[in-house]
């Protein structure tokens, strides 16, 4: 079984900087992706960013871009997503998900459906 653990989040004031972690455990194949995905009390669930451990390809919604990176170590099975320059509107839970097996480039950065393991979230947020 497929277990995803989150850690990171906090709080943070505007500009400032947070780190996530996701570590997998239970793949059965080593090819997977992992994306992160976030979700603001009385919004919808927003796709954030997501990479491909095949290829190393990364997808980023536009309102992330250049300020959040998503990385990885296959070696650990854990994915990182760094964010600088946070914005309040970033406050939300962050959760990342897992699809295994998964080959070639990273999904779109919004289909969440493609994932079937999400970890538990963390809190983010984003306040003076």
Known sequence: QVQLVESGGGLVQPGGSLGHSCEASGFTVRYYAIGWFRQAP?????GVSC??????STTYADSVKGRFTISSD??????????NSLRPEGSAVYFC???S???GRAPDHNSANVFGFWGQGTQVTVSS
């Open 51 to 56: 990479i491909s451990s095949s290829d190393g």
């Open 74 to 83: 296959n070696a650990k099975n854990t994915v990182y997503l760094q964010m």
């Open 42 to 46: 009385g919004k919808e669930r927003e």
């Open 97 to 99: 998900a897992a699809v």
């Open 101 to 103: 097996p998964w080959f």
